[in-house]
C-alpha cells in the first residue's frame, strides 16, 4: 500500500496523544497479567532446574515425588515424544532437557501439586543422577577446536578447519574491493570488542495457566508476544491439532523480545494433561535469569580506514556471537546492520554463531545490532579523535541516504539518518559546555523493522461506534495507536472505537509482536479494513439514495454523494448507516489479511554527556537526547516512551547490566540486586527529538520506533567515557571497577 | 505447620484469612484475597512491583509476612482510587502516558503517594531517588518522573 494512495496528510487524531484504552486497567490494579489468572481446581507448577552447566542425565528417579500426598503429576521429557523437524525439538529440550543438561538452570522435570508448599516439597525428592561433563559459556573458547563440545551434530556444513563442532552459522555481507579501499586510507583504526549477555529484563517473569480435558481441547493463558507462535510450538510439542489448543494473550508485563518462544508453556500443557487439571506455573526472578532467553555475548573484529579529510574507504567486521545451548541466527542481524549507517564502496562483515554452555539467547530489542553497532562506532569515533574531526560532520559525510546500496545488501528509499544527524548537530545539547572528567558521546542506530503476516477485522456496532479485533499482544500502547488509525480513516473520534487482542480462535494467524511491527503492519491491516467497510457503508448509503455506489464518497464519518448529479442528498453519518444496516442487507464489517512488506528502515542518533568519578570509576549519565525518525508519529508520547526506554535500557547494557558465570559454569547474580538495571537515581531526563520522513510503505508514513533506540547507547555511552578519561574503551559494561582499572593501567 | 488466622483492615474493609506461618503477605493478597494489583517481580525486595502500605509505612509485601498483618491496616492499589474517582497520581499516569506495560505501575503509584504525603513538593532528585527501590523496565523513567511532579502540583493547588 503506497503512502499517497489517498493522498492524505493532514490529521486529525494521528499525532495527537489520547489515553491510553487500558490505562484506567493499569493505574487501579484491574489489568490481568499472566499470573494473575485463577481456575477451579488449579493445581501449583514447579521446575527442577539443573545445578551444572553440562551433565549426562544418567537416571530420574520420580517415585518419592509422586507418592507425596498434593502431588498430582511429575513430569521429565519421557512425557514428551521426540518432535521430528529440529526446530520443535530444540525448543522442547530447551523446554524440558533429554539426555543431557545444557545449562545452568535448565529444566529436568517439573511437578504439579495442591500447593507451592507441596510442590516444592516434590522437588526435593526427585533424584537425579547426573554424569558432569566439560562446559564452556565463552564465545572465543567455544570456538576453539578442543572447546567441549555443547551439542553434538549441529556444526555448520563446510566448518573451517581450527574451528569446533559449537559453530553452527556463518554469514557474510558486504561489496567492493576491500584492499583498494584500505589503500586510499590516511588512517587505519583495527580494534577488538566485547560486550556481555544482558536480560531484557522485563519486571514480570513468565506465567502462564493451562487446562487440557480429557477430550484433547486446551486452553492457554499466557503473557507472551507471540501467542498464535505459542499455540503452534505448543500444539507440535504436545501431539495437538493447532485449532484444538487456544491460546489467550495476558496483558503483558514487559516483553522486549524475550518472550516471543516458550519456556514454560509446554511443561505447563503437559503437566495439565497428566493430572486432569488446570496448572499455573510462574517462574520466580532466579528462573527467569537462569533459564529463559538473555541476549548473545559478543566478540568483535572492527577495521574501518578513513581519509584525513573524514571519508570511510573501506570497513570490515568480524562478528563471534554465543547464543547458548543451541543453534541461533542473531549474528545474522549484526552482520548485516553493522556499517548500515554508511555509505560506503567496500565493505564486508563476517558472522560467527556458537553454541555455548548457557541458556539458549532469545530476541532482544533490535537482536543483534546494539553489539556490532557499538564495535563499529566505537572505531569511528577513535578515527575522529585521531585525524582531528567533528563526530558529526563525519557521520553526516558518510551517511546512507535514499539511493545508497546498503551494506547488507538492499538500496534504500525514503530514510532520515541525514535529517537525524543534522537535528542533533543544530542541537542546543551538543553545544553544551563540559566539565572537568566530562565526556560527550554520540553513535548512530539503525533497525531493520519486519511487517509480517496480520489479519485485523472492523466490525461496525449498530449505534455507530467501532470494535477492531486484533491478533498482537500490545506492549507499549498499540491499542491507543490502532484505534487512533481506525478512527483517522473513519473520521469519527477516537473514543468511538475499541481495539482488542483477541484469543487464536477469535482471529486468523497474526505473527509475533516483534521486529517494531505493530503499529506499521497492524496499523496498516486496520486502515485496509477500515477502507474496505467505507465501501460497504457508501454502498449501503447509495442503496438507500436510490442511486449508484460509485455516487458516495465517504468524508468525516459521512457518506456523501459525490455531486449535483449524484443527487441532493443530506450526508448520512455512520450512525446512521449503522442503525439502517439491518435493513440495508446486514451487520456491516471490514476486514484485512496481509503478510506486510514496506517496514521502511529506521535510523536514530543518541547523544550523552557524562562524568567518570576518578576516585571510583563511577560514570554517572548527565544529559541525553535521542534523535530518531518515526515515519509519522501516530501517538507521540508512547513514540517518546519507545525512545527514553530503549535509551535507558541501552545505558544499563553499557555502564553495570552483564551475566556473570563462575569457573563452574553457573550464573552468579541471577537476581535484581546482583543484575543491575538502572534505577531513577541513576538517570537524567531522557530529552526525545522526533524526525518524520514518511515511510513510502505505509498510507500514513508510520514506522516501527521500539527497536532502533536500544541501538546507539552503547557507543554513544562509550565513546563518552572513552573522550572523557582519555583512553579507549573495548568492553561492556563498564562498570565501576573495570573503569577503575582502566584508569589505574593509564597511570 | 498450621496455617494461622489473621484478622486485618484492607483497603478500609475489615478482612479476616488464614496463611502459612512462612507465607508473604503479598501471596495472601494475590492468592488468598484475590488482589492481584500488587505484582510479583522478583520476590527478593530489589524491585517494588509490590509496594503495599503497613500501617502507614511503605514496605515490599513480599518481604512482609501474612501473619505479621494482624491488627495492621494494610493499603494497596486497589484502594488508591475512590470508586470511579482516580487519585491525582493515577489520572497523570494515564494523561502523561508515564506506563507502558503498566506491571510496574501499582507498586510505584503507592510508592509516590507515600512520597507525597511525607513530601507534597519534591524536587525530581528527591523523586528518583525515593522510586529508585521501584524498577520500571520501559519507560526510562522519564515520564514517571513528571507524572508525579504533575500530580504533586496539582494536589498543592487542591
Keep these: 500500500m503506497a503512502l499517497d494512495e489517498n493522498g492524505k496528510r493532514t490529521f486529525n487524531i494521528i499525532g495527537t496523544r489520547p489515553p ?66 529440529d526446530y520443535t525439538r530444540d525448543v522442547q529440550d530447551n523446554c524440558m532437557a533429554r539426555e543431557k543438561v545444557l545449562y545452568d538452570g535448565h529444566a529436568v522435570a517439573a511437578v504439579a501439586a495442591i500447593n507451592a508448599g507441596v510442590a516444592k516439597q516434590a522437588l526435593k525428592l526427585i533424584k537425579v543422577e547426573y554424569e558432569i561433563l566439560p562446559h564452556v559459556t565463552d564465545v572465543d573458547a567455544a570456538m576453539k577446536p ?66 487440557m480435558g480429557g477430550d484433547g481441547k486446551g486452553e492457554l493463558w499466557v503473557c507472551t508476544q507471540g501467542h498464535y507462535h505459542v499455540r503452534g510450538v505448543c500444539a507440535d510439542i504436545l501431539g495437538m491439532d493447532a485449532s484444538q489448543l487456544r491460546v489467550t494473550a495476558s496483558e503483558i508485563g514487559g516483553g522486549f523480545g524475550g518472550k516471543t518462544t516458550v519456556f514454560i508453556e509446554p511443561v505447563a500443557l503437559a503437566l495439565a494433561r497428566k493430572s486432569g487439571r488446570p496448572v499455573k506455573l510462574v517462574m520466580n526472578r532466579e528462573e527467569v535469569f537462569r533459564a529463559s532467553g538473555p541476549t548473545v555475548s559478543s566478540s568483535t573484529d572492527v577495521k574501518i580506514g578513513m581519509t584525513k579529510d573524514g571519508r570511510i574507504t573501506a570497513a570490515h567486521a568480524t562478528l563471534r556471537y554465543q547464543g547458548g545451548a543451541f543453534p541461533s541466527g542473531t549474528v545474522q542481524f549484526g552482520a548485516q546492520s553493522a556499517f548500515a549507517a554508511y555509505d560506503l564502496d567496500a565493505v564486508q562483515t563476517i558472522g560467527w554463531n556458537v553454541m555455548t554452555n548457557r541458556p539458549k539467547e532469545a530476541a532482544y530489542r533490535a537482536p543483534g545490532a546494539p553489539m556490532a553497532i557499538y564495535a ?76 509480517g503476516n496480520t489479519c485485523v477485522t472492523m ?68 486502515i485496509k479494513a477500515a477502507r474496505e467497510a467505507i465501501k460497504v457503508m457508501c454502498a449501503r448509503a447509495a442503496k438507500i439514495w436510490d442511486i449508484d455506489a460509485d455516487a458516495v464518497y465517504w468524508e468525516d464519518g459521512f457518506a456523501k454523494p459525490s455531486g449535483p448529479n449524484a443527487g441532493a442528498f443530506e450526508p448520512m453519518s455512520i450512525e446512521e448507516i449503522a442503525a439502517s444496516s439491518p435493513n440495508t442487507g446486514g451487520p456491516i464489517a471490514g476486514h484485512h489479511e496481509v503478510n506486510a512488506d514496506g517496514a521502511g528502515v529506521s535510523f536514530g542518533v543518541h547523544l550523552v554527556d557524562l562524568e567518570v568519578d576518578p576516585e571510583t570509576g563511577a560514570t554517572t549519565v548527565l544529559r541525553y537526547t535521542v534523535f530518531q525518525d518515526a515515519g509519522k508519529a501516530v501517538h507521540p508520547d508512547y513514540v517518546e516512551g519507545q525512545m527514553q526506554g530503549g535509551a535507558v535500557q541501552g545505558i544499563g547494557w553499557a555502564l553495570n547490566e552483564e551475566y556473570i558465570y563462575g569457573q563452574d559454569g553457573r550464573l552468579q547474580n541471577p537476581g535484581l540486586l546482583d543484575y543491575r538495571i538502572p534505577v531513577a537515581s541513576d538517570l537524567p531526563d531522557i530529552d526525545t527529538v522526533i524526525l518524520e520522513i514518511p515511510n513510502p510503505g505505509h498510507p500514513y508514513g508510520v514506522r516501527g520506533v521500539g527497536e532502533t533506540p536500544i541501538v546507539p547507547p552503547l557507543a554513544a555511552i562509550s565513546n563518552a567515557v572513552s573522550r572523557s578519561i582519555g583512553l579507549r574503551m573495548s568492553a561492556l559494561p563498564m562498570s565501576p571497577p573495570k573503569i577503575l582499572k582502566a584508569l589505574k593501567s593509564k597511570g | 505447620m498450621k496455617n494461622i488466622h489473621v484478622s486485618t483492615t484492607v483497603n478500609g474493609d475489615p478482612t479476616e484469612f488464614i496463611c502459612a506461618p512462612d507465607e508473604s503477605l503479598l501471596d495472601v493478597l494475590r492468592d488468598r484475597l484475590r488482589l492481584t494489583g500488587s505484582k510479583e517481580g522478583c520476590g527478593s525486595g530489589d524491585c517494588g512491583a509490590c509496594s503495599v502500605m503497613v500501617d502507614g509505612r511503605l514496605v515490599c509485601s513480599c518481604l512482609v509476612l501474612g501473619a505479621e498483618a494482624e491488627g495492621a491496616k494494610i493499603e494497596t492499589i486497589e484502594g488508591m482510587a475512590k470508586g470511579d474517582d482516580l487519585h491525582p497520581l493515577q489520572q497523570h499516569f ?65
Aim: negative net charge; hydrophobic residues 40%.
Design chain 1, 20 to 85: 491510553r484504552p487500558d490505562g484506567i486497567d493499569k493505574v487501579t490494579g484491574r489489568a490481568m497479567y499472566g499470573a494473575d489468572a485463577t481456575a477451579p481446581g488449579m493445581l501449583t507448577g514447579h521446575i527442577l532446574r539443573s545445578p551444572h552447566a553440562h551433565a549426562k542425565i544418567k537416571s530420574i528417579d520420580t517415585s518419592a515425588a509422586e507418592a507425596l500426598s498434593g502431588v498430582k503429576a511429575v513430569i521429565t521429557s519421557a512425557d514428551f515424544g521426540v518432535p521430528e523437524d
Design chain 1, 146 to 211: 578442543d572447546a567441549p563440545i555443547v551439542l553434538a551434530g549441529y556444526a555448520m556444513d563446510g566448518l573451517p578447519k581450527g574451528m569446533s563442532e559449537n559453530v553452527t552459522h556463518h554469514f557474510e555481507f558486504g561489496h567492493g574491493d576491500m584492499d583498494a579501499g584500505f589503500a586510499k586510507a590516511d588512517k587505519i583504526v583495527e580494534r577488538s570488542f566485547t560486550t556481555a549477555a544482558t536480560h531484557q529484563g522485563y519486571i514480570e517473569p513468565h506465567a502462564c495457566l493451562a487446562t
Design chain 1, 376 to 451: 563499529v562506532e566505537s572505531v569511528v569515533d577513535e578515527l575522529c579523535q585521531e585525524l582531528g574531526l567533528d563526530p558529526l560532520d563525519v557521520r553526516l559525510k558518510n551517511a546512507a541516504r535514499k539511493g545508497t546500496k546498503s551494506a547488507y545488501g538492499p538500496t534504500f528509499d525514503d530514510i532520515g539518518l541525514e535529517a537525524t544527524l543534522e537535528a542533533a548537530k543544530a542541537h542546543p545539547h551538543y553545544a553544551a559546555p563540559l566539565g572537568p572528567n566530562q565526556g560527550r558521546g554520540l553513535s548512530c542506530g539503525f533497525w531493520f523493522n519486519f511487517g
Design chain 1, 459 to 526: 466490525n461496525l456496532n449498530f449505534d455507530g461506534t467501532v470494535g477492531i479485533t486484533e491478533g498482537n499482544p500490545d506492549i507499549g500502547g498499540s491499542r491507543a495507536s490502532i484505534s487512533m488509525m481506525a478512527a483517522e480513516e473513519l473520521g469519527i473520534s477516537y473514543d468511538k472505537v475499541r481495539t482488542i487482542v483477541a484469543d487464536t480462535n477469535s482471529l486468523g494467524h497474526n505473527d509475533i509482536t516483534d521486529g517494531s511491527r505493530v503499529t506499521f503492519a497492524v496499523g496498516l491491516a486496520t
Design chain 2, 94 to 158: 494515564i494523561d502523561g502516558a508515564a506506563l507502558q506495560c503498566g506491571i510496574c505501575t501499582p507498586g510505584i503509584l503507592v510508592a509516590a503517594k507515600a512520597l507525597l504525603e511525607k513530601n507534597p513538593n519534591p524536587t525530581d532528585t528527591e523523586v528518583r531517588y525515593w522510586l529508585a527501590g521501584n524498577l520500571c523496565r520501559c519507560t526510562g523513567y522519564d515520564k514517571i518522573i513528571k507524572a508525579v511532579q504533575a500530580a504533586a502540583a496539582e494536589m498543592r493547588g487542591a
